[in-house]
């Protein structure tokens, strides 16, 4: 682990920040990489993330990068650092309750859709446009939209990757100058993995969540 790591930190420009998914690997290894300086990372699992948080040292930034059910928001809203799925009006407004039940803001990132896969969340350009206009968004106190994240199709072909990136960096400058002008916190674009983060940060990344080129192949299939 200490190579990939090394090779990994050497890589990525110091503006990117390397999330580590550690989502089916074991308490242990997730120490192992906290050992070597990694201090964020990523659960795309409620369960899971409540499972190991209690093991390990307190200083660790546990990003929900999966899929989150609306009716399992409670359980890691006393300490989340930052949910990058958040796909929905009805979720946001959830995440802002329990935020507020525990006297926080919680960080989030909106899931934008770029893929030209159809199994995969997040919502559309138009939908983004219309939760951020809402009256409903405008009156949450206890989240914070700091950027978003995309996932790219999951193909060989580096150009069609490209294009996907770039339109969620475009879709991100859109935003900035619009809905976030006056935003100074509307920073992040969380795109990239194991098998594109090198294109994901030529197109303007600045979060990159990576698994297993860190703690090598996952036992069993996770989306
Ligand atoms: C699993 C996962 C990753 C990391 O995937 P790797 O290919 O192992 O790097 C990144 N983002 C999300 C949302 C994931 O579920």
Redesign the pocket.
Known sequence: MKDQVEKLLNEIPPYVKLIA?S?THPAEEIREAYNLGLRDF?E?KVQEMIAKQPLLPNDIKWHL??HLQTNKVKFIAPFVYMI??VDSLKLLHEVNQQAARNSRVIDCLLQIYIASEDTKFGLDFNEAEELLSSKEFAEMQNIRIKGL?G?ATFTDDAKQVHREFKSLKAFFDKLKQTSFADKDYFTEISMG???D?TIAIEEGSTMV?????I?GK?NYP??
Do not use: A, E, L, P
Request: charged fraction near 15%; glycine fraction near 14%; hydrophobic fraction near 35%.
């Open positions: 998914v989502k990523g795309n990068i999966g990058h799925s994240m996932m993995m194991s098998s983060y969540r990576i698994g297993t080129v703690f996952r996770q989306q």
